[in-house]
């Protein structure tokens, strides 16, 4: 026992000798989502180019479950030094807050320090379905009713499918419209592959895949500029500009009291990431835009996405309340 | 113990957790949203499915016990002091809920290792301390260092 | 491109040291990865995957295959020496593995499980290879009630693994069932029994359960009675496997790696339920039934054969649609997109020499994992010789590890600790925890696939019976209940 107590004393010596500048230690980087998802992949993917920025290493941390609340949750209670931050991400950080009533955090709970990604949706259908266009779809939408499949309640896709169907519209579309839930982003896809869903709005790199296997038949695209690969209108040339709201993005915080220095820092280590070359082209190879935001931009950016889904939540009746 | 006597008893407790769930639990921890169209989608239904299943089981439990005559041997008889030391052993678990966040991971596992081979009596004191020292220092090491997982690191020491 | 063609292009690819390389390496890896509780196949690939973002795209991709087959393998070690699976897929090895190590023989059981798995490794990288095309297809008829049909003829598996008694067996399983419906609903998003919990949105962490379930009642177990083991033979033993062990499984092993290549071809399921459903089918067919879940070396093998035949088919739907089958395929896919492949149908006409490469790799693999596993069985197997009273500490702590690995939470070391205690009630009680854990995996898929199609029938329960793979899994359903309750009414083991 003596060995031990003389390690301890000697470990608490070194741990209580230096305050000094952020960052002294590495950084816990809560990542909200399952590994694989966008979101791990996103994460891990600045992480390289972050970690030389920062001089210090980033910890990924999964932490899973109910989408995205458990692990904001955690950010959201943790130490606010700095070295405990959190990715966060459109389900998590706009959809699900506007949806849920009884989520057990709001957006005033954290400090965005900045968003750097953002994904074009897109919509589309099977290959071997009959709908073709958005008007063949509006048209089944009216008549027989339609379905779309999402990765689970109170996600983008969730949401996302209603707005569209809103926007084209369809009356009551949360109620007109059947929305299928699957476990996750890949079950929703294979949703629509297997019959089971018409239709799903997503991030277009969850459908590149299929759209370059001719699996499947993409509608539209919510970004102001065409989407490479994807052979379809952008909403804007449908005539619905206002759904170009509707994309996911990536973004990092920290719980609500972060000191505006370490708040600075990130700003410097973002701007510094995005000029990594390597990580630039491996996101735009997955179909993101990558576009670093300071914080007051992402903060607007993050409240004005969440100020229009909120509307259109009310307006359709989709709030959870329970 | 017979096996009419476990049967029986444990026939009574699925019958107690069925009628739990039944009047307490689903009513009031299930939340079921007001415009469900249909009872088979309500968030509701499957858990009263198996609330029905489970009396289903504890009615069957009770009726086949009755008849059960054969005498349950105990394979694994508790030696003396048990209660105690299973006690004890809750106690070891509930402290490490309560200190890991003050004194970390390595810490806390440090000291439910050296309390639970003390709590065993081991026969080998000497080599139970070094390993309450080690194993947790080790695996520490990997799972900070190699697997890159955020060990919780608490507020007395700092591990690096 | 003629085959010969395609296989040579693909062997130009791979015919380099490195790609072998990287393979041994996350063979290697996979191996160490499954072998620590908690750590899983799924972590050791996800850890694996940012090293390959620099390699050649066949190179990164067989080092991830090489980590998962491996991690498949390497569950299989804790779960046989400490009762404590070391991945969800290896729970079916500890019903008979554990009771062999606590007889002497862990070497035996260890060399079982790595010859089964090596060779359901091959069937199942054969049938990827042969038939990835026509079983895609197939599995694209499954949506929700086919799902629904096959989920539920999976739970007849409680039956096999109930023990003594049925009845006790179905609590258990019941049990399970409700503990699943903790989270949040799947279809309005309400909260079931998560008492404003956020830890509990999620639901219970599946390996916390896990773990809890099978290792922690060990630990307390020890605390009962800290010297019941002496006297008990416990130490390795020469006791090793030999080629009429091998020979006597086989047909269970062929078996358990077919089940294995139909559920890995489905996705969402999982290898854990293929262990159970190879287990349970091994368990019904042989003539020393009485014997399963005593240490019966069959047993083992057909659970280690029903989940390492998952590994090569869960490819099947990644490659022919670019559809993860689970969570490590959904990681493997982000490293061929990050090296801007699309797995798909067009993957076979423009990349068809990666296709081939990986094949390659994939059929080599097999040979590597049996040549790594033999020297890991070496290097692990003197944990049995650890006195047990420095053990089972040891075990405690590796446990609160592992556990906290899987998602970072230290909530879900406190389901593990509370999850021992039920555990540990189950075991007194004589409830066997088998039951409560395929239940627990399978619960949410049936009531998820049950409520998807009453989605998409507008509630109409017709929808259930559309087509003949629903047919087929529901007319199996009810032969296996018949067969069942005949053997209760007779007195006969089911």
Not at chain 1, 10 to 25: C, K
Not at chain 2, 82 to 95: D, E, K, N, Q, S
Not at chain 2, 132 to 151: I, M, N
Not at chain 3, 183 to 193: H, I, K, P, S
Request: aromatic share 8%.
């Amino acid at each position: 026992m003596k060995v031990l107590s003389t390690l301890t004393v000697g470990l608490a010596l070194t741990a209580g000798a230096a305050l000094a500048e952020y960052p002294e230690r590495p950084i816990n980087m809560i990542i909200p989502y399952g590994a694989g998802g966008a979101t791990d992949i996103s994460a891990r993917t600045i992480a390289e180019a972050l970690g030389e920025a920062v001089g210090r290493p980033l910890i990924m941390a999964n932490v899973t479950g109910a989408g995205g609340a458990t692990g904001s949750v955690a950010a959201m209670n943790a130490n606010p030094d700095g070295y405990t931050m959190l990715f966060t991400r459109v389900g998590s950080h706009s959809v699900n807050p506007a949806m849920k009533a009884t989520l057990p955090y709001t957006l005033d709970d954290f400090r965005y320090v900045t968003v750097y990604e953002i994904n074009p949706f897109a919509c589309a259908v099977a290959a071997n379905s009959d709908i073709k266009t958005m008007d063949d779809l509006m048209e089944k939408a009216k008549g027989e009713g339609v379905s779309y499949s999402s990765s689970g309640v109170g996600s983008a896709l969730h949401l996302g499918g209603a707005m569209v169907l809103d926007a084209f519209g369809l009356e009551d579309a949360a109620n007109a419209a059947t929305h299928i839930p699957q476990q996750g982003g890949g079950a929703a896809a294979t949703a629509v592959l297997n019959g089971t869903a018409d239709f799903l709005c997503t991030n277009t790199s969850a459908l590149a895949g299929f759209v370059a296997n001719g699996q499947m038949t993409p509608l539209m695209v919510t970004t102001a500029e065409p989407v490479v690969g994807f052979d379809a209108p952008t909403a804007a040339e449908l005539g619905h500009p206002e759904l170009e709201q509707l994309v996911g993005w990536t973004g990092i915080a920290g719980p609500k009291d972060l000191p505006d220095e370490v708040a600075a820092k990130w700003g410097e280590w973002m701007t510094q990431a995005a000029t990594d070359e390597k990580f630039v082209n491996q996101m735009e190879s997955l179909g993101s835009i990558i576009d670093v935001m300071s914080p007051e931009e992402a903060r607007e950016f993050i409240n004005t996405q969440y100020e229009t889904f909120r509307t259109l939540v009310d307006e359709l009746g989709m709030r959870i309340e329970g | 113990m017979t096996l009419r006597t476990l049967q029986v008893r444990l026939g009574i407790a699925a019958l107690l957790i069925a009628a739990f769930l039944a009047l307490v639990a689903i009513p009031s921890f299930v939340s079921s949203p007001s415009n469900v169209r249909n009872i088979v989608l309500s968030p509701v239904f499957w858990p009263y499915v198996l609330t029905g299943m489970t009396a289903l089981v504890g009615v069957l439990l009770v009726l086949t016990g009755r008849h059960e005559t054969a005498e349950l041997e105990d394979e694994d008889a508790a030696a003396p002091g048990a209660p105690l030391r299973l006690v004890a052993l809750a106690g070891i678990m509930v402290a490490v809920m309560l200190l890991l966040p003050w004194l970390g991971m390595p810490l806390v596992t440090m000291l439910a290792f050296a309390a639970t081979a003390f709590l065993y009596r081991t026969r080998h004191p000497v080599a139970a301390a070094i390993c309450a020292v080690l194993v947790p220092l080790v695996l520490y090491a990997f799972f900070a260092h190699v697997a890159g997982v955020a060990v919780p690191q608490g507020e007395v020491i700092r591990l690096p | 491109m003629s085959l010969w063609d395609s296989l040579m292009a693909g062997l130009s690819l791979v015919a380099n040291i490195e790609a072998f390389a990287a393979l041994f390496v996350g063979i290697v890896i996979g191996v160490i990865g499954g072998a620590i509780p908690g750590l899983s196949a799924t972590m050791a690939v996800a850890l694996a995957l940012p090293f390959t973002f620099a390699m050649q795209p066949v190179t990164g991709i067989l080092l991830l295959l090489g980590v998962y087959k491996g991690g498949i393998f390497g569950g299989s070690i804790p779960a046989i020496l400490i009762k404590t699976p070391g991945t969800p897929a290896s729970s079916a090895t500890i019903l008979d593995g554990h009771p062999m190590a606590e007889r002497g023989e862990a070497g035996r059981a260890l060399g079982m499980a790595l010859w089964a798995s090596c060779t359901a490794d091959l069937v199942s990288n054969l049938a990827l290879i042969l038939f990835a095309g026509w079983l895609a297809s197939f599995a694209l008829n499954f949506g929700p009630p086919e799902f629904f049909a096959l989920i539920l003829f999976s739970l007849t598996i409680i039956a096999g693994v109930s023990g003594e008694s049925l009845l006790r067996g179905a609590l258990s399983a019941l049990l399970g069932l409700l503990l699943a419906t903790v989270g949040l609903d799947l279809v309005y998003g309400t909260n079931r029994f998560t008492f404003g919990d956020p830890n509990l949105m999620g639901g219970l962490n599946f390996i916390a359960v896990l773990i809890g379930l099978f290792a922690i009642p060990e630990v307390i177990m020890m605390a009962r009675n800290p010297t019941a083991h002496l006297g008990r033979t416990r130490a390795l033993g020469g006791a090793k496997v030999t080629f009429a062990d091998y020979r006597k499984s086989f047909r269970s092993i062929i078996r358990g790696s077919m089940i294995g290549v139909f559920l890995g071809s489905i996705p969402g399921i999982g290898a854990a339920p293929s262990a159970f459903l190879s287990y349970s089918e091994a368990r019904r067919r042989s003539p020393n039934k009485a014997n399963f879940g005593k240490g019966e070396i069959e047993g083992v093998a057909a659970a280690e054969a029903g989940n390492n035949g998952v590994a090569g088919a869960t490819l099947i739907p990644l490659l022919a649609l670019g559809v993860p089958g689970d969570v490590i395929t959904a990681i493997i896919i982000g490293a061929f997109m990050i090296h801007g492949l699309q797995p798909g149908p067009m993957m076979f006409v423009l990349n068809v020499d990666i296709i081939y490469g990986l094949f390659i790799g994939l059929i080599v693999s097999s040979v590597f994992l049996f040549i790594v596993g033999s020297v890991a069985i070496r290097g692990f197997r003197f944990v049995a010789d650890i006195p047990k009273r420095i053990l089972m500490p040891t075990v405690l702590v590796l446990c609160v590890y592992g556990v906290f690995a899987v998602n970072n939470n230290v909530f879900d070391v406190g389901v593990m600790f509370a999850m021992g205690w039920v555990g540990y009630v189950m075991l007194r009680a004589r409830i066997p925890p088998a039951p409560f854990l395929i239940a627990f995996i399978l619960g949410p898929l049936l009531e998820d696939s049950f409520r998807q199609s009453m989605l998409m029938s507008g509630s109409d329960p017709s929808i259930l019976l559309r087509g003949p793979i629903t047919w087929f899994f529901w007319a199996l359903t009810v032969l296996v209940v018949i067969a069942i309750g005949r053997s209760v009414v007779r007195k006969v083991p089911v």
